[in-house]
C-alpha cells in the first residue's frame, strides 16, 4: 500500500540481483534529514548484504524497522503517523546506529536503539573531527586503508595539491583511532573527515585486498623518483623535484652529475644513507637518553631531559631520537646546546651537526602566521652509537659487523617558562599538533603554538600539559594517546 505519493515512479521494493537473506526484517529509511544520494547509496548496501528495503516515496505497512537519522525523534513520529497511522504499534522506530551496527555485522542486530515518541535526540557516541578530540594508542587496526591512504597523501603532497593531501591524512588519522577494523564501508558512517574519494579507495581495498590508484602511485616515474631523493636526509620535496626535472633518476645519477652541489647536510645524508633511513629501535633510544643526559649534566648538573617525538608516545621504532633540555633557572637554557655539542665531539661521536640559534622572542608573539619551525634553540645531530652500549644490540641489517651505526637525534631548548608548550609540540604527532592548534583557533578563537597560548587579549600561563589541555576546554589526552 502506498501511503505518500510523489511523482517518482515506485521501484520494486525487493532486491533483484542480490539474494535476500533477512525475511522477517523490512526496512524503510526515512530520507529526512538523510538526503536522497546518501539513502540510495545506504539502500544499495543494505541490499548487498541481503536485507529488503522499501525504496523512494514507499512507506508499506509490511514495513517492520523505519531507520532514522533525524534525531528530533517527535516531529518524526508526526510525520509517521501521517504515513502509516494504522500499524505504528508493530514497527520498530529506530536510530541510524543500529543500521550501522547492522552493515558491519552482516546481519540484523539485537540492540534495538528505538527513537521513543516525545524523546528529542539520541545519544549515538560520535568520534571527533578534532584529533586531539580522539584517543589513538600505536595499535592501528586499519592498517590497510590508512597505509593507502598515506600514499596518496604524500602523492598529492608532491604535486602540492595541499586540499586532497590533508583530507587522506585526516581520513587516515580518523581509521587510526578506531579500537577496531573497517570491515565494510557501512561502518564508517557515523565517522568524521570521509569524503567520496577516501571511501571509493576504501571500497576497492575492501573487495580486492588493494586499491588500483595506489598501486598505479606506487609505480609512477615521479612519485618512486620523488620518494627515493626526498629519502636523502637533507632533501626536501623542492630540491627532489628540481633533480627530477633535470633527467636525474638514481643515486648514481646525482652523484656523477657535475654540475650538483650537495650541501653538508646532504653529504652526510649520503654518506650515512643506510644507517639513517633505518628504523632506531626503543633500546637505542634509551641509550641515547644516557649519552645525553651524561652530556648535560657534566655542565649543567640541575639540566631537565625530556624524552619527546614518537618515543614519548609510545612507539617501538622512530626515524630519530627528540629530546628536550631546558634548566630551572631562566635564562640559563642559552649555553645549554653549544655545551652538549661540544662534549659529544669531544666524545669523538658527533658525526654531524646543524645548529640553529634562538630567534625566540616574546614581544613577538603571537604569531598569526603559520610557521613550520618554531623559534627556539634546535640542533640535528647525527650522533655515533656503539653496539656495547645499547641493551641487546644495535638494530642493524644480519652481517653488519661495524659494531655501530649512525643515529639521528633532534634536541630543542626552550626557555624553562615555554617549556609545557614546547613538550606538547614536539610530542606530536604532526596531525594531533595540527587539529589542537585548529581546535584552538576555530573552537576557542585561541592561538596555540609551541611558545604560547593566547585568548583574546593576555597568554594562558602553563607549567604542565595538562594545564594547556584544561584552557582549551579538552580532556587530557595522555601521550600514548596521541599517535594520529
Ligand atoms: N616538530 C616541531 N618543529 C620542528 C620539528 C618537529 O614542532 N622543527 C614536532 C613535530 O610536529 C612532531 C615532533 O616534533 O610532532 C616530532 O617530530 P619528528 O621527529 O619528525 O616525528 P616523530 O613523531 O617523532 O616521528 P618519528 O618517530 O618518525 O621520528
Ligand atoms: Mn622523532
Ligand atoms: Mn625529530
Not at 6 to 33: C, G, I, M, Q, T
Not at 47 to 66: A, N, P, Q
Not at 132 to 141: G, I, P
Request: hydrophobic content about 40%.
Amino acid at each position: 500500500m502506498v501511503m505518500r505519493k510523489r511523482s517518482r515512479p515506485v521501484e520494486a521494493d525487493v532486491p533483484r540481483r542480490e539474494e535476500v537473506k533477512f525475511e522477517d526484517v523490512r526496512l524503510y529509511l526515512v530520507e529526512r534529514k538523510m538526503g536522497r544520494s546518501r539513502r540510495s547509496f545506504l539502500t544499495q548496501l543494505a541490499r548487498s548484504k541481503g536485507f529488503i528495503l522499501f525504496f523512494f516515496s514507499l512507506y508499506s505497512d509490511e514495513v517492520t524497522h523505519v531507520v532514522s537519522e533525524d534525531s528530533h525523534a517527535s516531529s518524526l513520529w508526526k510525520w509517521l503517523k501521517e504515513c502509516a497511522p494504522k500499524n505504528l504499534q508493530n514497527v520498530n522506530v529506530l536510530d541510524i546506529s543500529w543500521f550501522t551496527d547492522s552493515m558491519r555485522e552482516g546481519r540484523p542486530v539485537d540492540n534495538l536503539p528505538t527513537l521513543p515518541e516525545g524523546s528529542t535526540s539520541t545519544p549515538v557516541t560520535t568520534v571527533s573531527q578534532y584529533a586531539c578530540q580522539r584517543r589513538t594508542t600505536t595499535e592501528n587496526h586499519n592498517k590497510i586503508f590508512t597505509d593507502a591512504f598515506e600514499v596518496l597523501a604524500e602523492s598529492y603532497e608532491f604535486s602540492e595539491m595541499e586540499g586532497p593531501c590533508l583530507a587522506f591524512r585526516r581520513a587516515a588519522s580518523v581509521l587510526k583511532s578506531l579500537p577496531w577494523a573497517v570491515r565494510s564501508l557501512g561502518a564508517t558512517l557515523d565517522l568524521p573527515c570521509l569524503g567520496e574519494h577516501t571511501k571509493a579507495v576504501m571500497e576497492e581495498v575492501l573487495q580486492c585486498g588493494r586499491s588500483f590508484e595506489v598501486e598505479k602511485i606506487l609505480s609512477d616515474e615521479r612519485y618512486r623518483t620523488l620518494k627515493l631523493f626526498t629519502s636523502v636526509f637533507g632533501v626536501g620535496p623542492k630540491t627532489a623535484e628540481k633533480w627530477y626535472r633535470r633527467g636525474l633518476r638514481s643515486f648514481t645519477d646525482i652523484l656523477a652529475d657535475r654540475s650538483i652541489h650537495l650541501n653538508q647536510m646532504q653529504q652526510t645524508g649520503f654518506l650515512h644513507y643506510g644507517d639513517i633511513t633505518r628504523a632506531v629501535s626503543k633500546a637505542e633510544a634509551r641509550s641515547l637518553r644516557n649519552i645525553i643526559d651524561e652530556a648535560v649534566r657534566a655542565i649543567t648538573p640541575a639540566a631537565i631531559v625530556a624524552l619527546t617525538g614518537g618515543f614519548r608516545r609510545g612507539k617501538e621504532f622512530g626515524h630519530d631520537v627528540d629530546f628536550i633540555v631546558t634548566t630551572p633557572e631562566l635564562g640559563k637554557e642559552k649555553i645549554l646546546l653549544p655545551n652538549i655539542i661540544n662534549g659529544l665531539k669531544k666524545q669523538g661521536i658527533l658525526l654531524f651537526c646543524d645548529y640553529q640559534a634562538s630567534t625566540f622572542d616574546m614581544a613577538k608573539l603571537p604569531s598569526y602566521r603559520f610557521e613550520a619551525m618554531d623559534h627556539f634553540a634546535k640542533c640535528f645531530l647525527i650522533l655515533r652509537l656503539e653496539a656495547s652500549q645499547v641493551e641487546g644490540g644495535l638494530h642493524i641489517a644480519e652481517g653488519d659487523s661495524r659494531g655501530w651505526r649512525a643515529v639521528r637525534v633532534d634536541l630543542v631548548s626552550p626557555p624553562v617558562d615555554r617549556y609545557a608548550f614546547a613538550l606538547l609540540g614536539w610530542t606530536g604527532s604532526r596531525q594531533f599538533e595540527r587539529d589542537l592548534r585548529r581546535f584552538a583557533r576555530v573552537k576557542q578563537r585561541m592561538i596555540l603554538d609551541n611558545h604560547c597560548l593566547y585568548d583574546k587579549t593576555k597568554f594562558l600561563a602553563a607549567t604542565t600539559e595538562k594545564d594547556i589541555f584544561a584552557h582549551l576546554g579538552l580532556e587530557y589526552i595522555e601521550p600514548w594517546q596521541r599517535n594520529a
